[in-house]
């Protein structure tokens, strides 16, 4: 079946530094990745998402790579922010079904 | 397009209870997905329709909970009696499914559920 499995947070970064959450995935064929935030007191959004093999997708200086290979689809952002400080929930979309498949998430906090 | 709405944003209840959640997806979307979030697990899948039909509710706890979809623009999430464990955020998501392709998988703001 599918699985998504993502680092154990949380993660507590610096203003600034560099961030990388990564995310591992399980499936037969070729599914779609993506990732989604959930700021405090809302609801999950769309960050970003990526549909074929090394395709990147990109939103808010966020980048993912899909690395078939690796079977990986690892969060990076260059610099982050304090606003930047929320759950990041990895998930997968496979051919045959209707539903995402998330990951259990991981809270990130950035300190001034 | 205003997403997926749901209501109530709040709900405080006692104990025994019954207590109904709504939501209404995106127009057009074929999928509806009942989430439920807490901080021991996490988020949770418990019921999604396909066209409004019910395709998977092996989430749902018990048979206190049941969810229906008379429509394509309106769900509901029953809880009858409530209970103190069933204290969580619900979720609804819709998301429109064509061939080996997913677009727009979205979230509602949730519904902060506290039974007393």
């Known amino acids: 079946g599918n699985s998504v499995t993502q680092m154990e947070g949380p993660v507590t970064l610096s203003e600034e530094a560099f961030l990388t959450i990564n995310c591992t995935y399980t499936?037969?064929?070729?599914?779609?990745l993506f990732w989604y935030v959930q700021y405090p007191g809302e609801g999950l959004q769309l960050l970003l998402k990526?549909?074929?093999?090394?395709d990147k997708g990109s939103n808010k200086g966020f980048e993912a790579t899909y690395r078939k290979e690796t079977t990986s689809f690892h969060l990076e952002k260059g610099s982050v922010q304090v606003s930047d400080s929320a759950v990041y929930f990895c998930?997968?979309?496979?051919?045959?079904?209707?539903?995402?498949?998330f990951g259990t998430g991981t809270r990130l906090t950035i300190i001034p | 397009d205003a997403g997926v709405i749901q209501s109530p944003r709040h709900e405080v209840t006692e104990m025994g209870q019954e207590v109904t959640l709504r939501c209404k997806p995106i127009s057009g979307h074929n999928s509806l997905f009942w989430y439920r979030q807490t901080m021991m697990r996490g988020l949770e899948l418990l019921i999604y329709?396909?066209?409004?039909?019910?395709?998977?509710d092996s989430g749902m706890p018990e048979d206190r909970f049941s969810a229906k979809m008379p429509n394509a623009s309106f769900s509901t999430l029953k809880i009858q009696p409530s209970e103190p464990r069933d204290s969580a955020v619900y979720f609804c998501?819709?998301?429109?499914?064509?061939?080996?392709?997913?677009?727009?998988?979205?979230f509602g703001s949730g519904t902060r559920l506290t039974v007393v």
């Open positions: 329709f396909n066209n409004n039909v019910p395709i998977d």
């Open positions: 990526a549909t074929k093999a090394d």
């Open positions: 998501a819709s998301s429109l499914v064509q061939g080996a392709q997913i677009y727009g998988y979205t």
């Open positions: 998930a997968l979309f496979n051919f045959g079904n209707e539903k995402l498949t």
């Open positions: 499936a037969t064929g070729y599914p779609s």
